[in-house]
Structure formats: C-alpha cells, structure tokens
C-alpha cells in the first residue's frame, strides 16, 4: 500500500466537503454584507477604536493589517489589533461585526479568558507539531518505524487540541461582538441578524478545521495499525 494513494483518503471526504462549504459560505456572506452599509455609518476601525477605548483598553492599538482580505486578528504577543483594508475603511455590517469579534478577543486577553489562555501556550506547541507530524509519519511508515509514527500522531493530536480549543475561544468572541455592537448603539435591531450571520458563518470555518484534522487523526491511526500488521 502506497502512502499517498489509499483507501483511507476516503475518511476525508466528508470534512473535505464541510470545508469547501464553509469557506464559501463565509465569502459570499461576507461580501453580501460588505456591500450593506450599517445606520451608524461608522467604519470598522472606528468602531474598534470607540468600542476598545468604551472598555478601557486606550493602548490597544488597531491597524491597518497588511496581509490582505479577511486577515482580520488580534495580536496578544504585541496587544494589538489588525484590520483587514475591507473591514479598516468599510461602514457596512459585516465590516462592524469582524471589528468587533476582534475587540471580543482583547477583551477576552485583558479579562483573562481561560480558553484563550490556554490557547496562547498551545500555540508554540501545535505550531511545532504541525509542521513535524506528517514528515515524521511518513518517515516511519516507509521504514516500519513504530516510534516515529507515534511520535508523528503525538504531535498531530497537538494541533488538533490547539483546534479543539480555539472554537470557545472564537463562538466567546463572536457572542461579545454582538453585545459590544448592540450596547454601543453601532448596529440596529434588524442589523443585529445580519452582523450574526457574518460571524456564524465564519466559526464554521474552525467547526471544518476541526472536523478536517479529526479525521486525518483516525486516518493515521489506520493507517499506523495496518502497517503494524
């Protein structure tokens, strides 16, 4: 049985498809969205800044994040938060509802959010693991080397615990965005569904994640005990 061709490929299709769905559910909700401009009509840096500062977090700095569309994050290594160009310049609902999942997460850093805590110190670990966990796999399973494919699945386990554990983390987040825009006056009742749909539709894609890594997991599991026999 050769590595890259066998059956087992199969387990991915489901999570496959699940992927392909989500990223294309988040694009075309966001870009519905992105051409609605919200009543307030305040951009989403603005309402980054005004919601950040409402909370007492003036030294969070918020950029101009210079990686492209839908590059939106918070940096807690340097406490600062970055805005795509389309959500930075934009007015619409879609650009509030992203400015605000990522003020959600300095909130969740400056509060002490356990998940998101425990998600920083996973990160060295998973980022690790995940670019040694197939090469040591393959390794092992061309060579009949048990420990290395072990050692493979250990570190692969890593990165989907760092997964596993960034779904609070985000769902946290998205659930702060809505009550920051809804207490701060910056989006309407019938814009509240709207900033929702951009935010769901967008944790689905770290639902996928999941799903993708948990049955690449079983694969290698599989495919570990196979070459064991």
């Known amino acids: 049985m050769f590595f890259f061709y066998d059956w087992t490929f199969i387990i991915l299709l489901p999570a496959l498809m699940l992927a392909f769905y989500a990223q294309a559910k988040v694009t075309s909700t966001f870009n519905r969205y992105l051409?609605?401009?919200?009543?307030?009509?305040v951009t989403g840096a603005q309402a980054a800044r005004m919601i950040l500062n409402a909370n007492g977090l003036h030294d969070v700095p918020v950029e101009l994040s210079s990686r492209?569309?839908?590059?939106d994050h918070y940096d807690p290594r340097t406490r600062t938060l970055r805005l795509s160009n389309q959500v930075y310049q934009s007015s619409s609902v879609a650009a509030l509802g992203v400015a605000a999942h990522e003020v959600g997460h300095a909130l969740q850093h400056a509060k002490g959010y356990v998940p998101l805590?425990?998600?920083?110190?996973?990160?060295?670990?998973?980022?690790?693991?995940s670019q040694l966990a197939f090469p040591l796999f393959i390794l092992g399973f061309i060579f009949a080397a048990d420990s290395l494919m072990q050692l493979g699945i250990w570190f692969f386990l890593a990165a989907l615990l760092f997964q596993v554990v960034t779904l609070p983390v985000e769902f946290n987040a998205s659930g702060r965005a809505i009550q920051l825009l809804r207490n701060s006056g910056l989006i309407t009742v019938g814009e509240e569904p709207k900033a929702k749909a951009v935010l769901n539709a967008a944790a689905l894609t770290y639902v996928a994640a999941v799903a993708m890594s948990a049955a690449q997991l079983l694969r290698l599991l599989i495919l570990r005990d196979s070459r064991r026999r």
């Open 35 to 41: 051409r609605e401009s919200s009543t307030s009509g």
């Open 117 to 129: 805590s425990i998600r920083n110190g996973l990160f060295p670990v998973a980022s690790f693991g």
């Open 68 to 71: 492209g569309g839908l590059s």
